[in-house]
């Protein structure tokens, strides 16, 4: 009976340490959580105008998630995108121009030299391997907090994109 | 101490210092910053065991529960206070988690274990079967310290063993009554098992110096002490 006290008091401490934690770091579910808890505006003029999805609200899908037709018109734009995939899954190649940014790179601080370059005034187009890939999404949550207030998440992934006929580039440049 | 005991008794501290280094670590991998807290909370979430719409303050929960259960057994096995209870808890929590792996396994799906942050040595980024292999051993070790609780390097034993600790500094134990010798078998002292958290007392069918006599003992000498 003591020794099932004990495992008792232990389970309730470490519930009580992580619940008074949560008070001190908020955890976002995604992107649209992010936003509304953050309190930030992300709809931009332009966006509003051409009917062009928002990152705002949710609905069955999400409303930040694009298609890859409407991601491609983003690149002819020369907006920037994020590969959120691990280096393993990068090997078969990624989007003409992308930038490898995982989320590892946001936790040992190595995606701040990456980030300082790009313009938090354009959109940012974000994609992983797509399927029941959270990558992405998980980079978007991210980059919201580093000031980007356009970012939209290509969920049919890279897979789509090639299939798609749209530019591709080997891993490493070429 | 026989080199036996020793052994014992050096592997046993051993196991629960490493397991202790292990699970502080894993905890602090998990929780260094608020992006690798938020990155733990997104492995749970890949796992894809709870709806992340109805039940994202459960993941919540078990982002910061799991770390913290590890940084409280943690400190628990390097003390050796309740080790037996810590190990307890870290096993069932080690079945939780293999039991999801395998679920992963299953399903064939391609996501992170999270379990130490961004650190993945041995085991690659991917979930496999090293990751069920490695927690495995880690519920090995657990179900050892279950079994054999803290060893005598441990609060656990001080507390326990904190009377008996005085005889076996040679003081005269508190006398006992005296059977009568014809009716009582005399029982080698070596043949009773040593445990680790069993206090070490003297035989109790063994005749004490303050009583009379009868077989002959001499009063005068104490009670040679049993193991030290």
């Known amino acids: 009976m003591r020794f099932v006290g004990r495992v008792a008091l232990i389970l309730i401490l470490a519930t009580v340490a992580a619940t008074v934690h949560s008070l001190y770091w908020p955890i976002y579910r995604d992107l649209p959580d992010r936003q509304a808890r953050t309190q930030r505006a992300p709809v931009t003029d332009a966006a509003a105008q051409d009917g062009s999805p928002t990152p705002t609200g949710r609905s069955e899908l999400p409303e930040h998630y694009i298609s890859v037709a409407r991601a491609y018109q983003f690149w002819e734009e020369g907006m920037p995108f994020v590969d959120a995939r691990t280096a393993a899954e990068r090997v078969v190649g990624t989007i003409d121009g992308a930038i490898h940014l995982e989320t590892r790179n946001f936790i040992d601080g190595s995606a701040t030299r990456l980030l300082e370059e790009l313009d938090r005034a354009f959109p940012v187009i974000v994609f992983c391997g797509g399927g029941e890939c959270d990558a992405s999404e998980n980079v978007a949550i991210r980059l919201s907090g580093w000031g980007f207030n356009e970012i939209y998440v290509m969920h049919e992934g890279y897979d789509a994109w090639k299939d798609a006929g749209y530019p591709t580039e080997a891993v490493g440049g070429g | ?228």
């Open chain 2, 1 to 228: 101490m026989t080199t036996g005991q020793r052994i014992d008794t050096v592997f046993t501290l051993f196991v629960r210092l490493l397991l202790a280094g292990i699970f502080a670590f894993a905890a602090y991998m998990k929780l260094r910053n608020p992006a690798a807290a938020q990155a733990f909370a997104e492995s749970i979430q890949g796992f894809k065991l709870l709806d992340p719409l109805q039940h994202h303050h459960l993941t919540v929960l078990a982002t910061f529960a799991v770390p913290w259960l590890e940084i409280l057994c943690a400190a628990f096995l390097i003390l050796g206070f309740w080790t037996r209870a810590a190990s307890f808890a870290m096993l069932g929590a080690m079945g939780v988690f293999i039991w999801a792996i395998s679920t992963v396994i299953e399903r064939g799906m391609n996501l992170q274990c999270g379990c130490f942050g961004e650190f993945s040595f041995p085991c690659g980024d991917t979930i496999g079967m090293c990751h069920l292999v490695r927690n495995s051993i880690l519920a090995a070790g657990c179900l050892y310290l279950v079994i054999r609780g803290g060893g005598r390097v441990s609060i656990d034993r001080l507390l326990i063993s904190g009377k008996p600790k005085v005889e076996r500094l040679g003081a005269t134990p508190t006398p006992t009554p005296t059977p009568t010798p014809s009716a009582t078998p005399t029982r080698p002292v070596s043949s009773r098992p040593a445990s680790d958290d069993t206090p070490i007392a003297l035989d109790p069918v063994r005749p004490t110096p303050l009583s009379s006599s009868p077989s002959g003992v001499d009063a005068a000498q104490p009670p040679k002490p049993r193991w030290d």
